[in-house]
């Protein structure tokens, strides 16, 4: 081995007296062991703080997304991109990526896929830390120099929060360090160069603007190269780094898409170029940039953001360079390291800063030349001042970077992502449009927790790529199901004229929102085609025929239980269907298996079919008795057959004789016909089967008995039930299902005594109660049903407002019982909240005002939250979540149809039902 094979560090040491040679290497094995325990305490150090809470903190990014995205394109589909490949970077990342894809077992190893390009960049950082504290310790023949260039590396709040981001400039900042590090410690090895010229050309692979590093290695090349082959050294570096950063202009060479068509550049800054080009991509992102002398106001505020997350390792890193220029005088390799960063700076000073992380390029050599001017005191003033300043300096490195930083290792900030992801995946059917954040490209692509969603889409492409805004989305938001919006996407909308996606959020509702650092909304977009689908109504009823109705007329539940109530259901089902068939036959059977002597039905099928029960097996419901005698009344109507109207009579009449009371002369509605809801003293009424919009059609049929006596005492009981309030708090307008009424004066009592029942509680029996006097509104315009809807229907309307949920009960004084929802309580809000709309919709009109609501009434909001955000559709059939339950689809159906004017009185028209005017 010659001497021009030492490194020039070791030469002295090569040339010493052979006498020498035994103490001087005893020193540097002692150098070797310090120089060992250095570099593993930074390691350790660097894996514990870029590891830990690494998927908590910092927020997923939207280029974090684009990165996963096109990995998973690359393996699933052998392509730079799941859309048209625009060369906005060039593609090593996504090969990176995708191989540690492959090693790691799949996308979601480590949960969202994000999470996944995270570990990556934790092996790239440590492997920078690697390069970093060698290539420091090469540079100043220092350890204190190395270990602290190191520390400042790890620790530093901005390494931390960027270099744990899944972006290209981590990809660009390891093969950088690996470039330096393989110039600096070559011990004069042309091979070492070459690959130090590979690995810049890696760099440029990785993000574009590594090109501006390229000077000063081809600087350091020259200086630490042998002079005997310095030639070599140089041109071979240059060949090898250009060939390597070659590929990607050869790739779209061979694309023909180097040049835009007719060398067209403004057309690529209009947004009308005919095909995508490098070179007018490159124009394109760069023609606009604005120097920092210039006004550039997104500078300010990102270089502002970096001062007030490390304003130490940027002054100490620019004083430090100052002082590395200053020693260059004396020792040349004092002036490498800020010349390396010069080319980078200036280009950002330039007006080249597109996004905060891209400091992350320059920490490394900030940190560096921190490391340099520790390691020249170290030589100037000795061993203790150098271990003094390095005490000082970790002392406030750990003040400033752990103590004041806390929420780097703490903050949890990314679980609004999760919530947001489960919830689609839980109530959205895969065959749905969406435009999303690209943050959750990959785990919706993937049937990861759930199905997988072809139709969502990147909201810069749903914006700017023709394949996706024209040919998906037809130009038109209403061909757009879902908006799952960040205020990153919001805020970008309007700065980069996003106008699809804008349209999109306009005309769309709130469905769900996910509070957090970035607070995530998912919104319906509020159009004709996906909010109020005539089909959805007409799949979801074949949905429940085929599965809930048996062909001799038994509906059932997913328990396997006949009903009276769930016979009802089908049978109002059956009837604004117009399928008279499934009616004749969910009737007859009813009528053989549930009607009693007494002409009212049991409400269960469990026990024997015999007509003639005891007391105890003969249990009624006087809402179910009421559901049935009006399907029958309003199937007369509908088909025009009298024998209908004949068997609901004798409903009707039973239902007077046995389930009303009179209590000083007004007539009330019992619970059941049996004794036990009478007492000498109290009574058991039935809030939830007040039934007003059948009441009028009884009086039709029953001229003996006092129908519309019952009407009225019915809406006097239901406002006195709805403010009565419980202890010291008064009701909020919710009706209780239950009530009890003293027989003497009328009173309502706060316990139940003998009767065991709950009293006050708004439950699944109250709301029904509700539906009614909706009904009673939408057939008759009812007087008494308008002010009772105006009076008491905004508690359940802005307690959704406020939760954007409904617990499916509450006390009447407006508490939460249960955390679970139901159907019938958001098809209850929101046919409430469009009676309202078309009351405000009417008095203006009235007063001359504008009058539309746009689409963004809670009605519109509730209906699509509830009810179209969670139908599932295939072939021909359709239902809501949780397919297994009956009353489910029951409400989901009637919600729908209420808002689509099916629900009415007489047979529709002819022509296709017309929607409510609260939306578009």
Not at 76 to 86: E, I, R, V
Not at 286 to 309: D, K, R
Not at 859 to 875: C, N, V, W
């Amino acid at each position: 081995m010659s001497v021009q094979d030492i490194p020039r560090s070791n030469q002295k040491t090569a040339l010493a007296p052979a006498l020498e040679r035994p103490a001087i290497l005893a020193q540097e094995a002692s150098l070797i062991n310090i120089e060992t325990v250095a570099l593993a305490l930074v390691f350790s150090i660097a894996l514990v703080t870029h590891a830990f809470n690494m998927f908590n903190y910092p927020l997923y990014r939207q280029d974090e997304g684009i990165v996963s995205q096109q990995a998973w394109a690359f393996l699933k589909n052998q392509q730079l991109s799941p859309y048209t490949f625009t060369y906005e970077h060039p593609p090593l990342p996504t090969f990176m990526l995708a191989v540690w894809t492959i090693i790691t077992a799949g996308f979601h190893t480590f949960g969202p896929a994000i999470n996944s390009g995270r570990v990556l960049m934790l092996v790239l950082h440590l492997g920078s830390v690697y390069f970093l504290f060698k290539t420091t310790r090469q540079l100043t023949n220092s350890v204190s120099g190395a270990l602290v260039a190191g520390l400042f590396f790890t620790l530093s709040p901005l390494a931390v929060n960027f270099q744990r981001l899944l972006v290209v400039d981590n990809f660009m900042v390891f093969w950088l360090m690996a470039s330096v590090y393989f110039t600096v410690c070559n011990r004069g090895r042309l091979f070492y160069f070459f690959l130090a010229s590979l690995a810049l050309g890696l760099a440029v692979l990785s993000r574009e603007t590594a090109i501006f590093f390229v000077p000063a290695f081809l600087l350091m090349t020259w200086r630490f190269s042998d002079p005997y082959h310095r030639l070599y050294a140089v041109w071979g570096s240059i060949l090898i780094g250009g060939v390597a950063s070659f590929q990607f202009i050869l790739y779209a060479i061979f694309k023909n898409e180097f040049l835009p068509e007719n060398m067209n550049f403004l057309a690529e800054l209009a947004g009308k170029a005919t095909h995508v080009s490098l070179t007018g991509t490159f124009y394109q992102n760069y023609h606009n940039i604005t120097p920092i002398w210039m006004g550039n106001t997104q500078y300010h505020s990102i270089v502002q953001n970096w001062l007030s997350t490390d304003s130490l390792l940027l002054y100490a890193g620019l004083g430090c360079a100052f002082l590395n220029l200053i020693f260059g005088l004396k020792y040349k390799e004092s002036w490498l390291v800020p010349l390396f960063g010069l080319g980078y700076g200036c280009f950002i000073l330039l007006g080249g800063l597109d996004a905060e992380y891209m400091i992350v390029s320059l920490v490394p050599f900030l940190a560096m030349g921190i490391g340099q001017t520790v390691s020249s005191i170290h030589h100037l003033f000795g061993k203790f001042i150098s271990f003094v300043l390095i005490a000082a300096l970790a002392a406030v490195m750990c003040y400033l970077y752990v103590v004041n930083n806390q929420a780097i290792y703490t903050s949890v900030v990314n679980n609004s992502y999760a919530q947001v992801l489960s919830w689609v995946k839980g109530n959205i059917p895969p065959d749905r449009s969406m435009i999303i954040t690209d943050a959750l490209w990959v785990d919706l692509h993937d049937d990861y927790k759930g199905p997988a969603y072809p139709l969502a889409h990147s909201h810069w492409k749903a914006s700017r790529d023709p394949a996706i805004n024209y040919g998906v989305f037809k130009g038109d938001y209403k061909e757009v199901d879902f908006l799952i919006l960040t205020e990153e996407m919001r805020i970008q909308f309007q700065s980069k004229g996003e106008e699809l996606p804008q349209q999109a959020l306009t005309n769309s509702s709130l469905i769900r929102q996910y509070e957090g650092t970035d607070p995530i909304q998912i919104r319906k977009i509020n159009n004709t085609k996906t909010l109020l689908e005539q089909s959805a109504l007409d799949d979801s009823y074949r949905f429940f025929k085929t599965n809930f109705i048996s062909p001799n007329g038994k509906v059932v539940n997913g328990n396997g239980q006949a009903t009276a109530e769930l016979q009802a259901a089908a049978m109002h089902l059956a009837l604004f269907n117009d399928d008279q068939r499934a009616f004749d036959q969910t009737w007859v059977w009813t009528a053989y298996n549930l009607q009693m002597d007494n002409n009212l039905m049991r409400i269960e099928a469990s026990l024997p079919a015999n007509r003639s029960l005891t007391l105890a097996e003969s249990y009624t419901n006087s809402r179910v008795d009421t559901d049935i005698a009006l399907a029958l009344l309003l199937a007369n109507k509908r088909w025009k057959d009298e024998n209908y109207t004949k068997e609901a009579s004798y409903i009707i009449k039973s239902i007077w004789e046995n389930e009303v009371v009179e209590i000083n002369k007004k007539p009330y509605l019992k619970a059941t016909a049996l004794k036990i809801g009478q007492l000498e003293d109290q009574v058991l009424l039935n809030l939830g089967a007040f039934s007003p919009q059948a009441y009028r059609l009884f009086a039709e049929v029953d001229k003996k008995h006092n129908w519309m006596g019952l009407y009225d005492s019915g809406y006097d009981l239901l406002r006195k039930a709805a403010w009565y309030g419980r202890g010291d708090y008064q009701g909020v307008g919710l009706p209780p299902g239950l009530v009890v009424m003293d027989t003497q004066n009328e009173s309502l009592r706060s316990t139940v005594g003998t009767f065991g029942q709950k009293l006050g509680d708004f439950d699944v029996e109250a709301q029904q109660a509700l539906w009614r006097v909706i009904l009673d509104y939408e057939w008759y315009k009812s007087d008494k049903a308008r002010d009772y809807i105006q009076g008491s229907g905004w508690f359940l309307i802005k307690y959704w407002q406020k939760w954007q949920s409904l617990p499916g009960q509450f006390t009447n004084n407006g508490l939460p019982i249960t955390n679970k929802d139901n159907s019938s309580v958001y098809a209850v809000t929101s046919a409430g909240a469009a009676v309202l709309d078309e009351l405000d919709i009417a008095q203006k009109k009235a007063k001359g005002l504008p009058a539309e609501l746009g689409g963004s009434s809670a009605a519109t909001e509730i209906l699509a939250r509830a009810f179209m955000g969670s139908f599932y559709h295939k072939d021909t059939l359709g239902y809501w979540q949780n397919k297994d339950n009956a009353d489910t689809q029951y409400w989901s159906w009637m919600a729908t149809a209420l808002h689509m004017n099916r629900l009415t009185l007489n047979a529709p028209p002819a022509e296709a039902p017309v929607t409510r005017q609260s939306t578009k």
